[in-house]
């Protein structure tokens, strides 16, 4: 047998906080990693990935316990380990006043590559990224999507024994995540590289050979996808929508019935859940008015949910922060509060965003989808009146942009896609800040803090730095409601947080949508984009397409069946190469 790549057994490792005291991230922890194959390791928010991803590479030490990475002893000869893995986390450090060259140059300087070693190396590297056109480009001037795949090469100007990949894919579009995986997987089939990744992404875990499951700094489970998914066997379904039903009220009503439903999510128009062990189906129908429901085969993604859920203390997290107090008042009228006319945005020379048009609803849920650098964060900052358009129209709330940009504003509410509060302060105070800077009176901002904090499940007195990342999301949220918007912006608010966190914002943002409130965001989650009344798909700032999920997906070339990341996909090639044959003619 093969000595294991990575052996762990009873590894711990604890923080000191300030609030809570010490706090295990990594606790009693035992695993063995197999040489050669691709390895996953997932797990929510909090689970401690990273932590324990970082005494992989020899940053941390273990408190305890007995951990060795390619038979070395991490504890007693860190740098040894160190010199032969290649360690790639969340946020790589490119440098981007520096070219592409220039990055891997340095990156080969800093690992000690051979001057003679390093045409080919390189040579390899820009063949596998697609990236040989573009070594004179400035990395700051990359889309997220190449930054990403830059970032993975300058890992890998030298020939690892083991690469360690921490979220490689998070805020990347579909196109950039399956470029970023065929290099990896590449790697694992021509060079025989051992690698272990961590990932939100499920359907990334499913092209895994080994999978471990993580909870509270233990692993719940562990084994290959196939034997993972067979926790789920016989209780995977999918709920038909009828005609009239927004998918994604059916799944608010099936994931408000935990006593039958493990989990629920959209899928092509319906909705696919997970029946509790020992339930039937025919009860499910009954509840939700007879509708009719189908077996299906179950997915990794049921088992991970399905292993979530049982070891929850209270209630599910999709019963968090799911009925949020009064935020507007009308309902759904149709009426358009968006109107976007002949949109253009240019810098310099550059088009970034060339005569979009659309308009957006009251009360709709409303997507704006794309691969990184199509124009879409740009067209979101001029809706949000952060960003002057070149020219054209555009009313936000019944207010011109060009000419009444902060009353439109102070109608909007905004969450970002990284944490923007302030973390030196509690989470009272980074509501009382913002709900000043809106206005709100000392009574009305009471209130509202009140209102807020028990909707989303806060501590008022947690200081909002130290929160993990669901809850400085939760946080967010709250700081973009807390003035009862008409419309909220919402860009990329999931990225980087996993399924069962996704579930309990969206069923926030459904409740938020049927009370009236209007709902504009951005995701690279193509599952996210089922929960939208529409979506638009945006690249090279033209606009591809604008209408339902299922006319999206069967602009793509089918009946309306195929899944969203499939279409999503098939239009941007499809555009793509028009456009390319377009400048060849």
Known sequence: ??????????????????????????????????????TALVGPDGAGKTT????????????????????????????????????????????????????????????????????????????????????????????????????????????PDLLLLDEPSVGVDPLSRRDLWRIVQQLVDDEGLSVIVSTSYMDEAERCAQVFVMHRGKVLAEGTPDALRERAHGLTYTALTPPGVAARDLQARLIDAPHLVIDAVPQGGNVRYILQPDEKAEEVAALTGEITTEPRPEELEDAFMMLLRQQEDEAPASAAATRPAAVVEGTADGKPVIVVRDLVRKFGDFTAVASTSFEVRRGEIFGLLGPNGAGKTTTFRMLCGLLPATSGQLDVAGRDLRTARAQARAR??????????????????????????????????????????????????????????????????????????????????????????????????????????????????????????????????????????????????????????????????????????????
């Open 1 to 38: 047998m093969t000595a294991p790549t990575v052996e762990a057994r009873e590894v711990r490792k604890s923080f000191d906080d300030a609030d809570t005291g010490t706090v295990a991230a990594v606790d009693g922890l035992s695993l063995s990693v197999r040489k050669g194959q691709l």
């Open 52 to 159: 324990l991803m970082r005494m992989f590479a020899g940053l941390m030490t273990p408190d305890g316990g007995a951990l060795s990475v390619l038979g070395i002893d991490v504890a007693r000869d860190p740098q040894q380990v160190q010199d032969r893995i290649s360690y790639m986390p969340q946020r790589f450090g490119l440098y981007e006043d520096l070219s592409v060259q220039e990055n891997l140059d340095l990156y080969a300087d800093l690992h000690g590559v051979p001057m003679d070693a390093r045409r080919d190396r390189f040579a390899r590297m820009l063949e596998m990224t697609d990236m040989a056109r573009f070594t004179d480009r400035p990395a700051g001037k990359l889309s997220g999507g190449m930054k990403q795949k830059l970032g993975l090469a300058c890992t890998l100007v030298r020939s």
């Open 412 to 585: 909007i509410g905004y969450v970002a896609q990284k944490f923007a509060l302030y973390g030196t302060l509690n989470v009272r105070e980074n509501l009382q800040f913002y709900g000043r800077a809106y206005g709100l009176g000392r009574r009305a901002l009471r209130d509202r803090i009140d209102e807020m904090t028990e909707q989303f499940s806060l501590d008022p007195e947690a200081q909002s730095g130290l929160l993990p990342g669901g809850f400085k999301q939760r946080l967010s949220m709250a700081a973009g409601l807390i003035h009862q918007p008409e419309i909220l912006f919402l860009d990329e608010p999931t990225s980087g947080i996993d399924p069962l966190a996704r579930r309990a914002f969206w069923r926030t943002i459904t409740a938020l949508a049927q009370g009236g409130v209007t709902i504009i965001i951005t995701t690279h989650f193509m599952e996210e984009a089922e929960y939208c009344d529409r979506i638009a798909i945006q690249d090279a700032g033209e606009m591809l397409a604008l209408g339902t999920p299922r006319e999206v997906r069967e602009l793509a070339g089918t009946d309306g069946a195929r899944d969203m990341n499939s279409a999503f996909i098939a239009v941007v090639e499809d555009a793509r190469a028009r456009r390319s044959r377009a400048e060849a003619a």
